[in-house]
């Protein structure tokens, strides 16, 4: 695909589509990186200032994840990304990295911010899959953090959070048979596989060993051997 794509942006330069595909293509390269980024960036040369340059400022800063030396341009691009269109998965990004920095009251605005967002949605019945994703892990980014401040009482709170959003929100959830249909159940499991649940786990196990109580602690020490068992 890289081919054609490459062929594509010679016969017509300014075809913006075709360097955004371009760099695309290179995704699953890591030798390719800095080609990946030249040709995202030259397809913002005609639309940095429209929102849909959001979602290409969003994948250049991706591209940047694969470089430790590149943080703060991963971190701009993000921030141009949210400014382009404020979007829950910009905000998330922006959230880890300020979390990852040590500052954790910009990084806790910023999981609200997803949280109280998203939780409207399901309250409308209208959170997709990759929304119900993003605020099962916002409550987890926010567990760790607090297990990190040892409050370990807050921890218990925000992690059982999640596993509502995993074990209660997403089962209620009537975004699936409404676009799904007769593939909702299908989705469903899907999506729930990719909530990683292994850190949920091991982070009640161990606040609830921290707050005493040790009945709450085998609980879920149990359930992570079980999670391992079947999923490693």
Same mark, same amino acid.
């Given at each position: 695909?890289?081919?054609?794509c490459?062929?594509?942006?010679?016969?017509?330069?300014d075809?913006?589509?075709?360097w955004?595909?371009?760099?695309?293509?290179?995704?699953? &390269?890591?030798t390719?990186?800095?080609?990946?980024?030249a040709?995202?960036?030259?397809? =913002?040369?005609?639309? &940095?200032?429209?929102?849909?340059?959001?979602?290409?400022?969003?994948?250049?800063?991706?591209?940047?994840?694969?470089?430790?030396?590149?943080?703060?341009?991963?971190?701009?691009?993000?921030?141009?990304?949210?400014? /382009?269109?404020?979007?829950?998965?910009?905000?998330?990004?922006?959230?880890?990295?300020?979390?990852?920095?040590? +500052? !954790?009251?910009?990084?806790?605005? %910023?999981?609200?911010?997803?949280?109280?967002? %998203?939780? /409207?949605?399901?309250?409308m019945? *209208?959170?997709?899959?990759?929304?119900l994703? @993003?605020?099962?892990? &916002?409550?987890?980014q926010?567990?760790? *953090?607090s297990?990190?401040?040892?409050?370990?009482?807050?921890?218990?709170? %925000?992690?059982?959070?999640? =596993?509502?959003?995993?074990?209660?929100?997403?089962? +209620?959830?009537?975004? !699936? &048979?409404?676009? @799904?249909?007769?593939?909702?159940?299908? @989705?469903?499991? =899907?999506?729930?596989?990719?909530?990683?649940?292994?850190?949920?786990?091991?982070l009640?196990?161990?606040?609830?060993?921290?707050?005493?109580? /040790?009945?709450?602690?085998?609980?879920?020490?149990?359930?992570? /051997?079980?999670?391992?068992?079947?999923?490693?």
């Amino acid at each position: 695909m890289a081919e054609e794509c490459e062929t594509l942006c010679r016969e017509y330069p300014d075809f913006t589509n075709a360097w955004v595909l371009l760099g695309l293509s290179f995704e699953t &390269s890591r030798t390719k990186n800095n080609d990946a980024l030249a040709a995202l960036e030259k397809s =913002l040369e005609n639309i &940095s200032e429209q929102c849909l340059s959001s979602t290409v400022y969003y994948w250049v800063g991706k591209r940047y994840e694969n470089n430790r030396n590149d943080r703060e341009l991963m971190k701009y691009s993000y921030e141009l990304a949210n400014s /382009k269109k404020k979007k829950f998965r910009n905000i998330f990004k922006l959230a880890v990295i300020e979390k990852n920095e040590g +500052d !954790f009251e910009a990084a806790t605005r %910023l999981f609200d911010e997803i949280i109280a967002g %998203l939780r /409207k949605k399901v309250k409308m019945g *209208m959170a997709d899959p990759v929304e119900l994703e @993003y605020l099962f892990k &916002s409550y987890n980014q926010k567990g760790l *953090m607090s297990f990190q401040r040892e409050s370990y009482a807050k921890v218990v709170d %925000l992690e059982l959070k999640a =596993l509502e959003v995993r074990d209660k929100l997403l089962k +209620d959830s009537p975004y !699936f &048979s409404i676009f @799904y249909g007769s593939e909702a159940e299908r @989705y469903k499991e =899907l999506t729930r596989r990719r909530m990683g649940i292994k850190t949920t786990y091991l982070l009640l196990s161990e606040s609830y060993r921290k707050l005493l109580d /040790k009945e709450k602690a085998e609980e879920y020490f149990e359930k992570l /051997k079980i999670w391992q068992l079947m999923n490693e």
